[in-house]
């Protein structure tokens, strides 16, 4: 089993200090305190790094962190929170109203795609025709924990899809994609308006990285039946 | 997910996730470069954590640093003439007392 993305997002109304530049010129122009708001397509700045494999966004209104096959958990998560500790001193953020950590695991299998479906079918849905007339499957949970919400998802898939739907802008290694595995898709956040501490963040990523990896793994072991 | 349901998984993931795949949408042009270096040298961290313990709670911070400053001076006083204000085992206690502080708003910011 492997971690193979993770994602860090924060969401903000007030737009951060440091990266308000139009209101700070318009209240050193006018000589009053005075709010430019922002323009009608928002201001992003992305940025790709090939050889971290990262895709990291500045916006007036989020920000966002993306790594794709890192070399272990712990790196892909101490990037993450390094990202941010560096972007907060520049940016300067206060209340933020959505923290989010999404990570997707595989678990490569080296049997043919159709016999993986069947291994899901079999491990996971009950034998109805729906089930077993359908050509692939998939499922998708709610899950809670506290007042965090959890979207859960898991099912068989190929190389091709992966690099279609979920690679779309990072940096990746083609060729250390796996070709048939078994993925587990977990979006942790919390939407509720919070103070920003840097301390909040590393904490609530670590959380949300370890529960992750136990609910991955606890799927995975189902499927190879331990 | 095979490629016959391509298309219906990729509604269903955008839709069943609050983060969409990209974290963020592309409203600007995207600057690519080979490495970059994210971590804060140490000394720099721990002066932002100070700074950022300074700021979000002003009159303890400020108290914790007067503590530590007065037990320092009683106690270098002490050792230097043996001379007083305050016994130094009290002046100790308030060098605890203040370090004690300093350090849970260090964490607290780190």
Redesign the interface.
Known sequence: MKLFKLIVAINYTEIPSGLNYRTKLLTLLTGKEQNAGKLPFGENFELRVNGKKLFLNVGLDKTGFEINQPESEQVAINEGISFFKKVYNFAQWKTIDRIGVRSFWVDTYSIEFSKLIELYKEKFFREVPLISRAPDVAFALTLKDGNRKINFNTGPMQKKQLVEVFLPQAPFEEKDVPETFAFVDHDYYLLEKNEYKNAFLEKFVNNAVLLAKTKASETFKILRGK | ??????SL??T??SD????S????????????????D???PQAQ?IA?AFQ?AYKSHPPSFVISTVLVLIGLADILMFLESSIYFFHPYIALGLMVTGIGMLSTMY????
Do not use: Y
């Not at chain 2, 795949?21 to 970059?36: H, N």
């Open positions: 997910m095979s490629s016959q349901v391509l998984s990729r269903w993931i069943t996730n609050e983060i795949f990209p974290a963020v949408l592309s409203e600007g042009k995207t600057i690519t470069v080979d490495d970059i994210l971590n804060i961290s932002i950022e964490v607290a910011n780190k």
